[in-house]
């Protein structure tokens, strides 16, 4: 049964538009969120987290929305560059997972392509 | 600082057979994570160290087993290799839930 579902297996999009790459999640006990970016032969980069306790984090050209009522979060990129084409995981941390067990949940994934 | 590595890159092993692969932590990094990634899948959870002593376990047989080592390098061993164990291990270090470094991947094929 996954928890964290990445419904889109890839997203094409035109260079300085915007990229939304989009997760949900079943776990309740999920309180924190990230992303990671993925290129081939190499490992996930983190891009960008989010608490629960917010519902928006931004970073340069990064932003992610958490809606947790919903179970639902997403990854807004603008504007897209080409250099962004890779796979984008999202992944969740259950609370209260003590001490320094630090599990990451990943979803499958989300290929995408911005054409130049 | 140094990044997390992993050791060897790419691996081709019988089916039967055992194999060992490494990885390096992150200097300052006490956790280490194994996580299996499959073809078209997302990383899945294999087990983590914290100072030496595992501290979680996922959905994974007792053939794959792990080791942390005082300078908080590991090892991921996998006995009796099956055809499914064809994958991409990433090994991933930590220090908090907030910083999680991963190394490029062993790509294992077993044959």
């Known amino acids: 049964d996954q928890q964290v579902k990445q419904n889109s297996p890839s997203l094409s999009v035109q260079e300085g538009r915007i990229s939304i790459l989009n997760c949900d999640y079943t776990n309740s006990m999920f309180d924190y969120f990230l992303w990671y970016k993925k290129y081939p032969a190499e490992g996930p980069t983190f891009l960008i987290s989010i608490s629960s306790i917010k519902d928006k984090n931004e970073d340069g050209r990064f932003t992610v929305f958490l809606n947790k009522s919903a179970k639902h979060l997403s990854l807004h990129i603008v504007p897209s560059q080409p250099g962004d084409s890779a796979v984008y995981f999202c992944a969740a941390i259950e609370r209260n997972s003590g001490g320094s067990n630090y599990k990451l949940t990943f979803g499958k994934g989300t290929l995408l392509t911005v054409n130049p | 600082e140094t990044g997390v590595t992993q050791s060897p890159t790419h691996l081709i092993k019988t089916r039967g057979q055992q194999v060992t692969l490494r990885c390096s932590s992150q200097s300052g990094h006490n956790t280490v994570s194994w996580y299996q990634q499959a073809l078209g899948q997302g990383p899945q959870f294999i087990f983590q160290?914290?100072?030496?002593?595992?501290?979680g376990r996922g959905n994974f047989p007792p053939r794959f087993s792990g080791l942390q080592f005082p300078n908080y390098s590991s090892e991921l061993n996998v006995n009796a290799l099956e055809l499914d164990d064809s994958a991409l291990y990433l090994c991933?270090?930590?220090?908090?839930?907030?910083?999680?470094?991963f190394g490029s991947g062993t790509r294992l094929t077993v044959v």
């Open positions: 991933a270090s930590s220090r908090t839930r907030r910083g999680y470094t």
């Open positions: 160290y914290y100072r030496e002593e595992e501290n």
